[in-house]
């Protein structure tokens, strides 16, 4: 089974500012199989992106996925009020089990 | 819009069988490349894949629970079904029902239901 560690564990920022959030692989993800979700307080998790660096529907450009192998990054680039959220990231790529990292909290400063 | 929906009893006893269906609506269960799955959150903790099916019946369980789970699929009522057995207070969480999208193996969830929390008690 795949082990997925999420870096850090919050981030504390303001509106408007970068966030990088990281998300690192205990063996080679294959193929990028790494999708990307946003949680917020009593919601579902959304799909934010897939394939490492495919936005979903609807995701707005300010949010870039990356990497490869084992280390992967979700960036923000300009952080709006609406962003601030869980964010976890989960790795397909290899038959089941599918396993997502422990998330990380991007909070208000 | 696809969209999902989760029922079922929201107290189980402990070492009973917890029951949910999921209800898939504007679109079908019957589809090409989409397995359906379900996920679960302990309050206030992290996301964790129970198991998935595809429309044949074909399953994939985590397997760590494995022993205790049984997924079904029920085509002409479009809905999806979770049976985990002999349940303790760990069981505890929010279930959430999502479609699989992929291919070979290889699935995300690309759209979930609103959850539904499930307590293990006496």
């Known amino acids: 089974e795949i082990v997925l560690t999420q870096s850090p564990g919050t981030l504390s920022l303001s509106p408007g500012e970068r966030a990088t959030l990281s998300c690192r692989a205990s063996q080679s993800v294959s193929s990028n199989y790494l999708a990307w979700y946003q949680q917020k307080p009593g919601q579902a998790p959304r799909l934010l992106m897939y394939g490492a660096s495919s936005r979903a529907t609807g995701i707005p450009d300010r949010f870039t996925g990356d990497g490869s192998g084992t280390d992967f990054t979700l960036t923000i680039s300009r952080l709006q009020p609406e962003d601030f959220a869980v964010y976890y990231c989960?790795?397909?790529?290899?038959?089941?089990?599918?396993?997502f990292g422990q998330g990380t909290k991007v909070a208000v400063k | 819009q696809l969209h999902l929906q989760e029922s079922g009893p929201g107290l189980v006893k402990p070492s009973e069988t917890l029951s949910l269906t999921c209800t898939v609506s504007n679109g079908s269960i019957n589809s090409n490349n989409y397995y359906w799955g379900w996920v679960r959150q302990p309050p206030g903790k992290g996301l964790e894949w129970i198991g998935s099916i595809y429309y044949s019946g074909n399953t994939y369980y985590k397997p760590s629970l494995k022993s205790r789970v049984t997924i079904s699929v029920d085509t002409s009522k479009n809905q999806f079904s979770l049976k985990l057995r002999s349940v303790t207070a760990a069981d505890t969480a929010v279930y959430y029902c999502?479609?699989?999208?992929?291919?070979?193996?290889?699935?995300?969830?690309?759209?979930w239901g609103q959850g539904t929390l499930v307590t293990v008690s006496s």
């Open positions: 999502a479609r699989n999208k992929g291919s070979g193996g290889r699935y995300y969830f690309d759209y």
């Open positions: 989960q790795q397909y790529g290899t038959s089941p089990p599918w396993t």
